[in-house]
């Protein structure tokens, strides 16, 4: 919404009056509301966004599932983009620079969309696998 150009349509108080004109539905919950909040706009309107990174919702997706899978991270589609946007800010960051990425989801809201519809029930021999390597978080033996 905002790269549309288009500005927020905004009652006396501040509240939004309107939808945005450029609003579209996405798979992002919980991420851009049907209006561009108070505090982004007036963030625009100081102009101390550096820069805006568009995401596409399945890079999203897909770099959740990543940090799920990789790195145990279980979080949702809006912190895929936040982790993706991170990425494409590590590319033009000086070498030696440290890239603060905080993503405050949890993956646990997610468990009945598409974001994890590929995800098998019972875990896979790779992940039985990697179960294994963890000695402490085996089962007790039974005799």
């Known amino acids: 919404m905002l790269t549309s150009g288009d500005g927020q349509e905004r009652n006396a108080d501040g509240s939004p009056a309107a939808s945005h004109p450029a609003w579209k539905p996405h798979p992002m919950q919980g991420w851009s509301p049907d209006f561009v909040p108070k505090v982004t ?3 625009v309107d100081m102009k101390i966004i550096d820069r805006i990174i568009q995401i596409p919702n399945p890079d999203a997706m897909r770099w959740s599932k990543e940090l799920a899978k990789k790195e145990g991270t279980f979080v949702g589609i809006t912190s895929g ?3 993706a946007g991170a990425l494409e800010v590590c590319k033009d960051a000086p070498k030696g620079a440290n ?3 905080m993503l405050p989801d949890t993956g646990e809201r997610y468990l009945s969309t598409p ?3 590929d995800v098998l029930a019972e875990m896979d ?4 696998k990697i179960s294994q390597s963890t000695p402490s978080a085996q089962p007790a033996a039974t005799s």
């Not at 021999?125 to 039985?128: H, L, N």
């Open 115 to 117: 974001l994890f519809a």
């Open 81 to 83: 983009a936040t982790f």
């Open 99 to 101: 890239v603060l990425c």
């Open 125 to 128: 021999d790779e992940e039985v």
């Open 41 to 43: 706009s007036d963030a």
